[in-house]
């Protein structure tokens, strides 16, 4: 599968409680969750990216509490993809669990910048950076955990195989 659109550039250590303040928390509902992604490091995020578009981080994105949350709302407000250097590993587990396709690519994490435009190929873990022509490598998941992410998530994968 391959997903295209503009980057939207984080820095090193982005928290669950910068992706998703812990005052939304109160709701579990997608749509109210997407209203509010990223606000507290950039109030107009949800209002100026496009489905599609791409965030692009640095080291451990989606540090501090183990909140769902966090991966949900980036997902439910329309990114498709989010590439970092490194990510927390709790953040890591709950992006798979609800669907959100994730990448670590160090190169990519360093030369990718602001409104470039990206194409991920997430069987492969190929990322081509067609503002720049260039291309980065990340190392795709495993079948099983592709098609957890092409079922839309852990739970939706479960009730495909039962």
Known sequence: MKVKGKAWKFLDNVNTDEIIPARYLNTSQHEELAKHCM??????FVKKIN???IIVAGKNFGCGSSREHAPVSIKACGISCVIAETFARIFYRNAINIGLPILESEKASRNIDQGDEIEVNLDNGKIKNITKKQTYN?????????????AGGLMEYVKKKI
């Open 39 to 44: 606000e507290d490091i950039d109030k107009d």
């Open 51 to 53: 489905m599609g578009d």
């Open 138 to 150: 990340a190392v795709a998941f495993p079948s099983f955990m592709q098609e957890i992410i092409n």
